[in-house]
């Protein structure tokens, strides 16, 4: 089993910036894709970000595109979510997310991950 914690979630005013950390345990890193999502109340699971393994080729959904940059380090078994010019509709739980995959897809859909972290809280206040 993989497991996912996720880090750095907070309360920020609107057009500051927070940096999300996810750790996985394990062995073969390289070898999974990792996702961001998030989850406003009454709102369905929207895709973020997400990053390849072999290769890091990211991908953004339009909504934050320019502002949000996804990135890795396979060193550290951990993926970053850098988020800068916040807005209050950023407010949401942010999920990571792994599975398996030797291409380049970008997976923006929540059913074709199969690990899931715990979430973390993010506030956007103006």
């Known amino acids: 089993q993989v497991q996912l914690g996720e880090s750095g979630g907070g309360s920020v005013q609107a057009g500051g910036s927070l940096r999300l950390s996810c750790a996985a345990s394990v062995r073969t890193f390289r070898l999974y894709a990792m996702g961001w999502f998030r989850q406003a109340p009454g709102k369905e699971r929207e895709f973020v970000a997400s990053i390849s393994g072999i290769g890091g080729s990211t991908f953004y959904a339009d909504s934050v595109k320019g502002r949000f940059t996804v990135s890795r380090d396979d060193a550290k078994n951990t993926v970053y979510l850098q988020m800068n010019s916040l807005n209050p509709e950023d407010t949401a739980v942010y999920y990571c997310?792994?599975?398996?995959?030797?291409?380049?897809?970008?997976?923006?859909?929540?059913?074709?991950?199969?690990?899931w972290g715990q979430g973390t809280q993010v506030t956007v206040s103006s």
């Open positions: 997310a792994a599975r398996r995959s030797f291409t380049s897809t970008s997976y923006r859909a929540p059913q074709q991950y199969d690990y």
